[in-house]
């Protein structure tokens, strides 16, 4: 079992930045992707897209398209928590942003592989 607790988001104007934070517990952190998905406004849970993940080490990052340049994933394994850095952001980006543990597979990109969510946390963009 995993544990997941997001923290970090807020309201803030486009062109502006926040940062993501989200604590794990239960199983050894390193040992499994992380990843990060965003659920839009009047948008289903079956909707949820992907933004970034992460591997076990921290070595391997991937991105969606329409966030690479603009947001950074990161992971401290010793503080069991993964963060997501996301400047230049736009009102698009509003969404409820929830992190995901993918504890055995190594797609990082395959929503239905990550089987740990957190609560998630609300990011809102004003134009």
């Known amino acids: 079992q995993v544990q997941l607790v997001e923290s970090g988001g807020g309201l803030v104007q486009a062109g502006g930045s926040l940062r993501l934070s989200c604590a794990a517990s239960?199983?050894?952190?390193?040992?499994?992707?992380m990843g990060w998905f965003r659920q839009g406004p009047e948008k289903e849970r079956n909707e949820r897209e992907f933004?970034?993940?992460?591997?076990?080490?921290?070595?391997?990052?991937y991105y969606t398209d329409s966030v690479k340049g603009r947001f950074t994933i990161s992971r401290d394994n010793a503080k069991n928590t993964v963060y997501l850095q996301m400047n230049s952001l736009k009102p698009e980006d509003t969404a409820v942003y929830y992190c995901?543990?993918?504890?055995?597979?190594?797609?990082?990109?395959?929503?239905?592989?990550?089987?740990?969510w957190g609560q998630g946390t609300q990011v809102a963009v004003s134009s």
């Open positions: 239960g199983r050894t952190f390193s040992g499994y992707i």
């Open positions: 933004v970034a993940g992460i591997s076990g080490s921290g070595g391997t990052t």
């Open positions: 995901a543990a993918n504890t055995w597979s190594t797609l990082m990109a395959q929503k239905s592989h990550y089987a740990y």
